[in-house]
């Protein structure tokens, strides 16, 4: 099966960096997502990390160490607006299904001060 | 562009009854899914579909069926609701996955079940 951790919760200010780290594991690991869920509504992608290093879009990047089973999200030049609840998601292997399958962490809840 | 629609968004329904969850999607999408998420708990997976007619079981299954009649729709049902089972449900859905590659799941914005 997988599992993930990552922290409950993270307070950060307007303007400032945030990392967001996530710890996993898991059988047959094909990459990490992470997903932004705004006030318990719909969650949208953020990223994908397949191979070790960091991708960057925009404000926000994201970094895998397959050797570690470790990943963070990065958010730079934080806004108000990026207050929200922040997932770590695996996609392993589902039993012996021969299918692949996201499993999600428990989420992280950035709160942004002015 | 609708993407996931989920009906109803908010439902109260009493010990033993039972009810469906409507998903339908408009991207095309191969794969669909269903969630629940509780407070602290995350996003678990409930049951899956790779297409039209196939469904699977995820991580937390017992107590729910789903049928995949259409490729577009996707549907999960309570047989004889339980407390256990108060939880925001969430579907999504993506193109089909391989190897590496990444198919970002497209969410609803959830159906609010409550059960007395």
Redesign the interface.
């Known amino acids: 099966g997988q599992s993930l951790e990552q922290p ?1 919760e993270v307070t950060a200010v307007e303007g400032a960096i945030v990392q967001i780290n996530c710890t996993y594991q898991t059988s047959g690991f ?2 990490l ?1 992470w ?1 932004q869920q705004h006030d ?6 953020l990223s ?1 990390n ?2 070790d290093g960091l991708e960057e879009t925009g404000r926000f990047s994201s970094f895998l160490s397959r050797s570690d089973s470790y990943g963070y999200l990065l958010l730079q030049e934080l806004q108000m607006k990026d207050s929200a609840s922040y ?1 770590c ?1 695996v ?1 392993g292997a ?1 039993g012996n ?1 021969g ?9 992280t809840m950035l709160l942004v001060s002015p | 562009n609708a993407g996931v629609t989920q009906t109803p968004k908010f439902r109260v329904l009493k010990t033993g009854q039972s009810m469906t969850l409507l998903c339908a999607q408009d991207m095309n999408h191969e794969y669909m899914y269903w969630y629940r998420q509780d407070p602290g708990m995350g996003l678990r997976l409930i049951h899956y579909s790779v297409g039209e007619g196939t469904t699977a079981k995820g991580e937390v299954p017992d107590g729910y069926n789903v049928s995949r009649l259409k490729k577009q729709n996707f549907l999960l049902g309570l047989e004889s609701a339980a407390p256990s089972q108060t939880s925001v449900y969430f579907c999504a859905s993506s193109y089909a996955w391989t190897g590496g590659s990444n198919q970002p799941q497209h969410f609803g914005d959830g159906t609010r079940l409550s059960i007395l």
């Open positions: 409950s094909y990459g997502s997903y318990g509504g719909a969650p949208t992608f994908y397949a191979l997932f998601a996609r589902l299904s299918y692949s399958t996201l499993t999600f962490g428990k989420g």
